[in-house]
């Protein structure tokens, strides 16, 4: 199994612009999670889908971040527009209905100028 | 107050030492305790899963949970250069949402 996929691995924007960041999460796993990781705020959730569907989206920041996931393989998070202050590494993780264990992609590190 | 608080470290150690990594949490509900590790430019992986009190072995790792002190722990034996990483505590009520403690780097020196 290639484990949790997420593209771009890095990205460098400058401010203003739209970013999207990809997911491909594990087959088979129903859940999927965007995260956001600073030194200062530590790891957060920003929103979780079950079966394709948004549960919680309650970490979202702001109405600039939007996620989607139009199939089981497939979940993007939009910025749009971008700020300075998002950047930060954004992971996508996926897990089995039911399980506290979650598998995490690599991560996209995102630099916004 | 943060749910959960954790020393960021650094911490350093020689190889061969035992470390002991801990978290601190406020909210009782919490019944499911995790920690992660985490290599430089990584992302997360499950190292250790325990649910409510007591203790867990793998390996050279042992995860403890103390719910009365609301207090966790994991403890690396005879650590190695390779357990150089960032652990990250995560607690979960039994819902969706897991709450990660800030991460705390560990060197180990050869």
């Known amino acids: 199994d290639a484990g949790v996929i997420q593209s771009p691995r890095h990205e460098v924007t400058e401010m203003g612009q739209e970013v999207t960041l990809r997911c491909k999460p594990i087959?088979?796993?129903?859940?999927l999670f965007w995260y956001r990781q600073t030194m200062m705020r530590g790891l957060e959730l920003l929103i979780y889908?079950?079966?394709?569907?948004?549960?919680?989206d309650s970490g979202m920041p702001e109405d600039r971040f939007s996620a989607k996931m139009p199939n089981a393989s497939f979940s993007t998070l939009k910025i749009q527009p971008s700020e300075p202050r998002d950047s930060a590494v954004y992971f996508c993780?996926?897990?089995?209905?039911?399980?506290?264990?979650?598998?995490f992609g690599p991560g996209t590190r995102l630099t916004v100028t | 107050q943060k749910e959960v608080e954790q020393d960021p470290g650094p911490l350093s150690v020689p190889e061969g030492a035992i470390v002991s990594l801990n978290c601190t949490y406020s909210?009782?509900?919490?019944?499911?305790f995790m920690w992660y590790r985490q290599y430089s430019r990584k992302g997360p992986e499950l190292l250790m899963y325990?649910?409510?009190?007591g203790n867990k072995e793998d390996g050279r790792f042992t995860a403890q949970v103390d719910k009365s002190s609301k207090y966790i722990s994991l403890f690396i034996r005879d650590s190695q250069p390779s357990d150089s990483a960032t652990y990250l505590c995560?607690?979960?009520?039994?819902?969706?949402?897991?709450?990660f403690g800030a991460g705390t780097r560990l060197f180990v020196k050869a």
């Open positions: 993780a996926s897990s089995l209905l039911d399980s506290y264990e979650q598998y």
């Open positions: 087959s088979g796993h129903n859940s």
């Open positions: 889908f079950n079966n394709n569907v948004p549960i919680d």
């Open positions: 909210n009782s509900a919490f019944q499911y």
């Open positions: 325990t649910y409510s009190s």
């Open positions: 995560a607690l979960n009520t039994g819902g969706f949402k897991t709450i």
